[in-house]
């Protein structure tokens, strides 16, 4: 364990010591959607509300033994949360939204997209904001992001959120692999936003670039939190938004893949080919 995460440990450990009752965290905030669908700036920008303790990623402390684990399943069910898991959850999340002096508690993970179940069976109370991008757009990023970062081109997805049942979606083409890696995770949530009704929050990345406050402000009242003037100061009135280069850097083979591949989804969220 390195030395941050043994300060984190031990920081955590104190706080029990001081709290020996069994910790919960109330109406947490989970912010979701596949990787590198704009959810990272998402989340940046969210933290600017003053009342927002948000912990970005947490990987280990979601998954303390397989969060490294190229051949882990990321997608968790109900029947996953023990209750050794639950208080163990609360434990950490609440630590860390008391210790940040803050009333809510946000986390944003692509992990969490095929978790919803699980994390329903730990916080009963949780909201979800799903962060939407044109799926197009995400494949292109998830291509560049593996150029730069090469070590990722032999783990399956990249080593980004695997999709439930990822190995019978492994392909050799990495733009296919994407396609699906974006087209599965996306529907796995859809499939769960009616089901969750007022707590599910569904924008776009492209409506966030274009109007951030009003994006945003609109999430905040939707999980409960206020949206004066005073809690949008930390939001840009534009963002630039990626997707036209992102795309123009597929090759028309590679575009014609991944729309074959993403067709009934780019349709169903409104998407034009």
């Given at each position: 364990?390195?030395?941050?995460?043994?300060?984190?440990?031990a920081?955590?450990?104190?706080?029990?010591?001081?709290?020996?009752?069994?910790?919960?965290?109330?109406?947490?905030?989970?912010?979701?959607?596949?990787?590198?669908?704009?959810?990272?700036?998402?989340?940046?920008?969210?933290?600017?509300?003053p009342?927002?303790?948000?912990?970005?990623?947490?990987?280990?402390?979601?998954?303390?033994?397989?969060?490294?684990?190229?051949?882990?399943?990321?997608?968790?069910?109900?029947?996953?949360?023990?209750?050794?898991?639950?208080?163990?959850?609360?434990?950490?999340?609440?630590?860390?939204?008391?210790?940040?002096?803050?009333?809510?508690?946000?986390?944003?993970?692509?992990?969490?997209?095929?978790?919803?179940?699980?994390?329903?069976?730990?916080?009963?109370?949780?909201?979800?904001?799903?962060?939407?991008?044109?799926?197009?757009?995400?494949?292109?990023?998830?291509?560049?992001?593996?150029e730069?970062?090469?070590?990722?081109?032999?783990?399956?997805?990249?080593?980004?959120?695997?999709?439930?049942?990822?190995?019978?979606?492994?392909?050799?083409?990495?733009?296919?692999?994407?396609?699906?890696?974006?087209?599965?995770?996306?529907?796995?949530?859809?499939?769960?936003?009616?089901?969750?009704?007022?707590?599910?929050?569904?924008?776009?990345?492209?409506?966030?670039?274009?109007?951030?406050?009003?994006?945003?402000?609109?999430?905040?009242?939707?999980?409960?939190?206020?949206?004066?003037?005073?809690?949008?100061?930390?939001?840009?009135?534009?963002?630039?938004?990626?997707?036209?280069r992102?795309?123009?850097?597929?090759?028309?083979?590679?575009?014609?893949?991944?729309?074959?591949?993403?067709?009934?989804?780019?349709?169903?969220?409104?998407?034009r080919?």
């Open positions: 364990m390195n030395p941050g995460r043994l300060a984190l440990h920081r955590h450990l104190a706080w029990r010591l001081t709290h020996p009752r069994q910790p919960v965290l109330r109406e947490p905030i989970f912010m979701v959607g596949c990787p590198r669908s704009g959810t990272g700036v998402s989340i940046h920008l969210f933290d600017t509300h009342m927002v303790a948000s912990w970005t990623e947490a990987m280990r402390t979601w998954d303390p033994r397989h969060s490294d684990d190229p051949e882990a399943d990321h997608h968790w069910t109900a029947a996953d949360a023990t209750d050794r898991e639950r208080r163990r959850l609360h434990s950490w999340f609440e630590w860390y939204r008391q210790s940040h002096d803050k009333p809510r508690f946000a986390n944003k993970n692509p992990r969490s997209s095929v978790r919803i179940d699980f994390i329903r069976a730990v916080f009963p109370d949780a909201y979800y904001i799903h962060v939407v991008r044109d799926g197009r757009a995400v494949v292109s990023s998830l291509l560049q992001r593996m730069r970062e090469p070590y990722r081109k032999g783990i399956p997805f990249g080593d980004f959120c695997k999709p439930p049942d990822w190995r019978r979606h492994v392909r050799s083409d990495p733009a296919e692999e994407a396609a699906l890696q974006w087209r599965e995770i996306v529907r796995h949530v859809l499939e769960r936003r009616e089901s969750l009704g007022e707590r599910y929050v569904e924008y776009r990345y492209e409506d966030l670039c274009s109007n951030p406050r009003g994006v945003l402000g609109a999430a905040f009242e939707a999980v409960g939190l206020p949206a004066d003037a005073e809690h949008l100061t930390g939001i840009p009135d534009r963002l630039e938004n990626m997707n036209a992102s795309i123009g850097l597929l090759t028309p083979r590679q575009l014609e893949t991944i729309e074959a591949v993403q067709a009934e989804v780019l349709a169903t969220l409104g998407y080919a």
